[in-house]
């Protein structure tokens, strides 16, 4: 529907281009890009279509599994959408026939005291033991997060992050463009 499409084009979740030093994919999530008039079953739909289209691209995604990053740079509109979607994202990753190893949280400074630590509690609470213990939080500038996740394993060249916290998009749109 054009819900789901929408939101797949806006690049608020990217399969990115580079892989981590394990060889696994990153995939991220910018709430900072989240087309907000789009209902969270839509974009639940978006993530699970988004996953399964790179999984059938790439046989190696699924022996490798996934590094899973969420953005809470920019000014964020957080609402009652965003409880279901922490709750509906924590319980999509126990069903993806794809292995999370890895969740970073990363938010700035600003957005972890006005709503940060009671949507990342719930998210953590909805996870599975296996996923809650691969969480990672990170509080900071776009730069010191970028540095923080490379002694993750992730190049700093992974995350294609603007200066205001915002993932580039134009690499994503062609991907899916293209792919129709």
Known sequence: DEGTLEC?????????????????????????????HVSAQEKIRCIFYMEMADLEEDKEYQRNGN???????GNPNYEQSSRLMAWNLSKLVGVLPIKCNSIHICISPS????????????????????????????VGSPLEIIYNLQTF????????????????????????????
Do not use: C
């Open 67 to 73: 590094v899973f990053i969420m953005l809470h740079f």
């Open 111 to 138: 957005n972890e005291s006005r709503l940060g630590k009671p949507v990342i509690a719930l998210g953590t609470f909805a996870l599975e033991t296996y996923a809650r213990l691969r969480l990672r939080t990170h």
């Open 153 to 180: 394993g992730i190049p700093s060249s992974a995350l294609p992050l603007k200066s205001d916290g915002k993932l580039s998009v134009d690499l994503h749109r062609d991907k899916w463009v293209k792919r129709g």
């Open 8 to 36: 797949l084009l806006s690049g608020w979740l990217q399969m990115l281009p580079v892989r981590d030093m394990s060889g696994r994919h990153v995939t991220a999530l910018s709430l900072a890009l989240e087309p907000k």
